[in-house]
């Protein structure tokens, strides 16, 4: 064929091609209008899965009767009129394609009107055939009605799922805004049934009630509040370890108010759930990230859903250690995971009861420190026997689990099959998994004994090699300045071989071919992240797993309450560095209920 010019219905219709990829797509685009109009109220009415009618009412300024033909044209838009307006979009839409690509393949009808005007006015636009204003009456606001979408575009209407799943990517996509104006009441309905009814959120409770309505009254059970202040600024809920799911439906991420899907921030985040994360769940979250709006290119998509950071470095690091601060400071210490009524005895504080132990004089002075917390658990001649819960001493008597000075993880009562350390507290009964414990305080105790100094280094007599894939070895590489400060000398024999020739003294006679192993998969599993300086840090998780007491260690009462005080103490120690929960709570109301008592 000759090269010609296409027609402009035609033209409207590849760009709503763009835009318009289901029915969801045009409730997203119509309820964004409707905030940027300023409407505290916003009222969809759905049929058919958003093939029948999509209807969007609200409260906004409304579109005067003069501008309302040129609101349905591309590229009309009152929201940027320069390249300088352009770079600083502050709007959720701005590009002037909404209308008009769903005109193009819909029948639209807009009925709008301003606060000034004495009457609405209503323009309908068929199959991108505009037809002309005509008086209606309306009150102050806008309604956008959607009929027989894709009606005159065929093979779109093919690749149109069913009704339930349709309405299910529109329910969806009004959670997510709804997130993110909670100051605006919403209301959904579906074939004239009500699907969703929020109020405006007026103080801090009505925006927990909001998160709550849409992801859960146990999300919010068991989330943290976030807040971090700066040139950068983090606020929303991060969802504790122990709450994380099977699936990735519970994360929201917005940036100055908008709803996005963004591969940094997600990896940014993920990275911050890793030291506390069991493999294979993933993390719910409400968050927003607000920043200069100079630095941030949101016309990066034609449905503005990814974006471009001026400094996506600086903002991924930025997220990551604030999501990692929020949970080492909370979620996961064992006084995080209590009863607020717990914490509130007369004792000193939580963060003076810190138990000293004298490290081995012959360990490397950078981790005396954290072989103390070895040492302390150090298992001895007498305790408990292997696989029973008998006590070689006496438990304390009852009412010593009630007094003033309780520790939250209280005191130690038991051994049981070698596995789990039972305590009494004043809620009743804790059951820790003393290696999973034990496994947390050592890793945290290492990493903090890491970033205070450089470790003796001991160099070996000969060489280890160890065989590796070409493309694992130079990812271990990249990471090679992160290893020389934990005391590694590494470097390559061959294509598919690595030479280790020094490595940190508490590692000598560890067996460090499969300890190196397991850290290449760790790191090839990561690869394209921003942060290497986890290389160190799995290295530590690993040694500290190996280094833990395992099954059927016996341990006496003394050196139980040691493991129990450290916890105390420790960041994340609600999780191992596997993810897996270290401790659990059985509070007296739910032993009366195993035992009937009461009734």
Request: glycine fraction near 8%; charged fraction near 25%.
């Amino acid at each position: 064929m000759p090269i010609r010019l296409l027609s402009a219905t035609l033209i409207d219709q590849i760009a709503a091609g763009e835009v318009i990829e289901r029915p969801a797509s045009v409730v997203k685009e119509l309820v964004e209008n409707a905030l940027d109009a300023g409407a505290r109220r916003i009222e969809i009415d759905i049929e058919q899965g958003g093939l029948g009618l999509i209807r969007v009412r609200d409260d906004g300024y409304g579109i005067a009767s003069a501008e309302l033909p040129l609101a349905v044209q591309r590229h009309a838009t009152s929201k940027i009129a320069t390249l300088e307006d352009l770079e600083a979009v502050a709007s959720l839409g701005f590009r002037g394609e909404a209308l008009p690509s769903i005109g193009a393949v819909a029948r639209l009808r807009i009925c709008s009107r301003t606060a000034e005007a004495p009457a609405a006015t209503e323009l309908r636009l068929e199959g991108g055939v505009n037809g002309s204003p005509q008086p209606a009456a309306h009150p102050p606001g806008t309604t956008v009605e959607v009929r027989e979408l894709f009606y005159n575009v065929p093979a779109r209407r093919k690749f149109v799922r069913t009704e339930p799943t349709e309405f299910g990517h529109i329910l969806r996509t009004v959670e997510r805004l709804a997130l993110a104006a909670p100051e605006v009441a919403i209301r959904l309905r579906h074939n004239g049934r009500s699907s969703l009814e929020l109020p405006a959120a007026q103080d801090a409770s009505g925006r927990d009630e909001r998160v709550a309505r849409i992801l859960g009254a146990e999300f919010v059970a068991r989330c943290l509040p976030v807040r971090q202040e700066g040139a950068l600024q983090l606020s929303g809920w991060l969802g504790l370890p122990t709450a994380a799911r099977a699936n990735s439906d519970g994360q929201f991420w917005f940036v100055n108010g908008r709803a996005v899907r963004d591969r940094l921030l997600g990896n940014a985040t993920r990275l911050g759930y890793r030291d506390v994360l069991y493999h294979g769940r993933h993390p719910a979250y409400v968050l927003d990230l607000r920043l200069d709006p100079r630095l941030v290119d949101v016309n990066a998509h034609p449905a503005k859903l990814e974006l471009r950071f001026r400094d996506s470095r600086a903002v991924h690091e930025y997220v990551f250690r604030a999501v990692e601060r929020s949970l080492a400071a909370s979620a996961g210490s064992a006084a995080g995971n209590l009863p607020p009524a717990l914490l509130a005895g007369t004792g000193p504080p939580l963060q003076s009861r810190r138990f000293q132990f004298d490290p081995p004089h012959s360990a490397p002075s950078w981790a005396r420190s954290a072989f103390g917390a070895a040492e302390a658990l150090r298992v001895g001649e007498s305790g408990f026997e292997a696989g029973t819960a008998a006590a070689s001493a006496p438990p304390p008597p009852l009412s010593s689990a009630t007094g003033a000075d309780e520790q939250p993880l209280g005191s130690a009562i038991a051994q049981l099959h070698g596995l789990f350390v039972l305590a009494q507290n004043r809620a009743g009964l804790v059951l820790v998994d003393m290696h999973a414990a034990h496994e947390r305080v050592l890793y945290e105790s290492f990493k903090s004994a890491h970033a205070a100094g450089a470790p003796a280094s001991q160099r070996l007599l000969e060489p280890v090699a160890i065989s590796a894939g070409e493309h694992e070895i130079d990812t271990l590489l990249g990471a090679g300045e992160d290893f020389a400060r934990l005391g590694f000398e590494l470097d390559r024999l061959a294509p598919t071989q690595l030479a280790v020739r020094a490595v940190p003294a508490m590692l000598a006679g560890a067996d460090l071919p499969s300890l190196l192993r397991e850290v290449l998969r760790d790191l090839a599993g990561d690869r394209g992240a921003h942060h290497l300086d986890g290389a160190a840090d799995r290295v530590l998780g690993t040694l500290a797993c190996r280094s833990a007491i395992h099954a059927h260690r016996r341990l006496s009462l003394p050196e139980m309450d040691a493991l129990l005080r450290q916890m105390e103490v420790t960041e994340r120690s609600g999780q191992c560095n596997h993810g897996r929960p270290t401790w659990t709570q059985l509070s007296l109301a739910e032993l009366d209920r195993l035992f009937l008592r009461g009734r």
